[in-house]
């Protein structure tokens, strides 16, 4: 069911330009989606492990790494833009069969991100002593905050490296080795802050540290992964010396404007939904304590829902890069359809489960039963929505495999602040946070639509006769 061989046989069935049977095209979402939705169901259950360890330092410790962490998210949308903009092209060379064009991107890639990477370290390093002060923290914990911040700024080429490699390694049809380092990484992370945390009584220092070591020796092996051992992409080992010495000597400028064309519109998307996040909190802050806990649980809660979707996205990106390189107009058409359609049944199902389990849900993170009461109300709102978010997340991840950026980050940063914050602010002071999440189910249902009939109208295959460039 999960064999390495099949998936490889059946993504050559589209660079090499043959038939595909609806059969095969299921089989092959399913075998490229499945690792992906385990790795990111794995990451959230080993983060709640996580921030549970952290609480028990003490309330401070917990306040100072939660204070920095919108800021961490931040850094990591923006090595995430920075690293799909290349690895979308390697998807679509390794679809038209230049493996020597893919490995040249993936040259760039590695150069260009680096520097990028590097110039954020140096930026995170000079303001992690200031940072906390900036986000309203107070003495107490801008210290510790500092120190969270200030560990993890140091990492960020080896997180970045991690974010490029397992790109790279998923637009080449290998889900498994970034699914399972995800879950690997996970576990060290949980080791290692109980070894800094109750061993060494480290504190956030601890934690900092335990996340940085699971990063630096993550990110470290799935490098070495892709630049020795992957067919398709490695630069090293099973390269002749030929090929070595062409890598080494080219340097193409066109791949570095493509990759800002497509990583700059998800770089700024990162951004403003970033600060809708904050403006969102902003409308939930005056509702009070019980609505903060709930709303603040309810989001968590809801995570392990949508995470299904996300993965089959991952799949989408995949397959819609490998088939606009092969100029595959019918696969692309098809892949999209069925993705979509995936993402949104398998996303229905979660969504049952949420209506039906909500209260348990919100159980399992405290026992305050008005939070339980208000939490599971937000959460059964939010249920009715969960296809239409699907069809949201499933839709931007083939836009994304098609290189088409732009629009779709405009759609969903117009969706963002002009439906669900607008109408949230005006809902909150009067229905309190069932206004503000029947808000967010609202915005969720329009923006699924509006990606719907993107990705029907087939516009974001406008750049398939430039894939191959």
Not at 313 to 327: F, K
């Amino acid at each position: 069911m999960f064999s390495k061989k099949e998936s490889e046989a059946l993504l050559l069935k589209i660079r090499e330009g043959r038939q595909m049977t609806r059969h095969d095209k299921l089989s092959l979402i399913f075998q490229l989606s499945i690792p992906s939705i385990l790795a990111q169901l794995t990451s959230v259950v080993m983060f709640f492990i996580d921030q549970a360890m952290v609480g028990r330092i003490s309330v401070e410790a917990a306040a100072a790494c939660g204070l920095v962490e919108s800021s961490t998210w931040l850094i990591g949308g923006l090595t995430n833009a920075a690293s799909m903009g290349f690895s979308v092209q390697v998807a679509h060379f390794i679809g038209a069969n230049d493996l020597v064009k893919a490995r040249h991107v993936f040259r760039h890639g590695l150069l260009c991100t680096l520097l990028f990477a590097l110039f954020v370290a140096l930026v995170g390093i000079s303001i992690a002593p200031f940072l906390p002060y900036w986000l309203g923290g107070g003495e107490d914990i801008a210290r510790d905050a500092s120190i969270y911040f200030g560990v993890f700024a140091c990492i960020i080429p080896f997180f970045q490296l991690s974010g490029l490699s397992g790109a790279m390694l998923k637009c080449s049809g290998d889900m498994r080795t970034p699914s399972v380092m995800s879950v690997v990484m996970c576990i060290m992370d949980v080791v290692f802050n109980f070894i800094f945390i109750f061993i060494f009584h480290l504190g956030v220092l601890g934690v900092a540290l335990g996340t940085a070591l699971a990063i630096v020796i993550g990110g470290a092996v799935q490098a070495y992964i892709a630049l020795y051992r992957n067919k398709m992409l490695a630069l090293f080992g099973s390269v002749n010396n030929d090929v070595q010495t062409n890598l080494r000597r080219f340097f193409n400028w066109n791949y570095v404007r493509n990759a800002l064309s497509i990583a700059a519109p998800m770089a700024l998307q990162s951004i403003l939904m970033g600060g809708a996040q904050i403006v969102s909190t902003i409308i939930v802050a005056p509702l009070g304590n019980i609505a903060i806990a709930a709303n603040t649980f309810a989001i968590t809660a809801e995570s392990v829902c949508y995470m299904p979707g996300y993965g089959i996205g991952e799949a989408a990106t995949t397959l819609i890069g490998q088939s606009i390189g092969a100029a595959r107009r019918d696969l692309c058409r098809s892949f999209a359809r069925l993705t979509v359609s995936s993402g949104m049944i398998v996303m229905l199902v979660m969504g049952i489960l949420m209506f039906i389990t909500a209260p348990q849900l919100m159980a399992l993170m405290t026992p305050v039963q008005e939070i339980i009461d208000l939490g599971a109300a937000a959460l059964r709102i939010e249920a009715f929505a969960e296809p239409m978010f699907a069809a949201s997340i499933v839709c931007y991840s083939i836009c994304v495999g098609a290189g088409d950026t732009l629009k779709p980050a405009i759609m969903n940063l117009c969706s963002m602040w002009m439906v669900r914050l607008s109408l949230a602010a005006l809902l909150a002071p009067r229905y309190g946070l069932r206004g503000v999440w029947f808000a967010m189910a609202v915005e969720l249902t329009f923006r699924g639509s509006i990606f719907l009939w993107r990705m029907l109208s087939e516009k974001w295959m406008r750049k398939m006769g430039n894939a191959t460039l």
